[in-house]
């Protein structure tokens, strides 16, 4: 994702608008690569503020990630706020601090990619599931009960219901 910064790095107070999309190679999610569904849609303002150039604005993106409860795969939208400031390197009063959290750029291309992933990937939650509602695999034979019940009893799944299982058993009438 990379802006021509040619114009505005040489404009001070000037502030443009942006609506960029392009493809991103796939995430790296706990050891696990996901792929972008389709390109990554970016809606930023740069504004160069006399010192440093800030970028602001909102990253959506769509994920192919398996359900972690049924294992479906299924489209999983992100929308991510962005904000960064890039200074040009080797430009001058630019203090310690600004240093540690800016980042620097080097000629007339900002190159966003780096930035936009780490956005994203903060984003995400710690397990993908497709929806609320989701069932999951039964654990004994694998079915995936969204689809519909599967001829296991559903006996030894929840300790708790195991308990109430054995209870309905001895109440049953020999
Ligand atoms: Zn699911
Ligand atoms: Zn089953």
């Not at 430009?91 to 601090?97: F, L």
């Not at 695999?137 to 969204?146: A, I, Q, S, T």
Request: charge should be negative; proline fraction near 7%; hydrophobic fraction near 35%.
């Amino acid at each position: 994702m990379r802006v021509d910064v040619s114009e505005i790095r040489k404009s001070p107070g000037m502030k443009v608008h942006l609506e960029l999309s392009s493809r991103l190679p796939p995430l790296e999610v706990e050891g696990q690569a996901v792929k972008f569904t389709g390109p990554a849609r970016a809606s930023l303002d740069v504004t160069n503020n006399g010192k440093a150039l800030v970028v602001e604005g909102e990253v959506e993106a769509g994920l192919e990630v398996s359900c972690a409860r049924c294992l479906e795969t299924f489209n999983f939208p992100v929308k991510v706020d962005f904000s960064e400031i890039y200074y040009p390197a080797g430009a001058e009063g630019i203090s310690p601090e600004e240093r540690e959290e800016w980042i620097p750029f080097v000629g007339e291309v900002l190159d966003l990619t780096p930035e936009v992933v780490k956005s994203i990937v903060l984003a995400l939650p710690m397990r993908f599931i497709c929806r609320e509602e989701c069932r999951g695999l039964c654990p004994r034979c694998g079915k995936n009960l969204n689809l519909g019940e599967c001829h296991c009893s559903r006996e030894g799944v929840d300790p708790r219901l195991a308990v109430l299982g054995d209870l309905l058993k001895e109440m049953k009438p020999r």
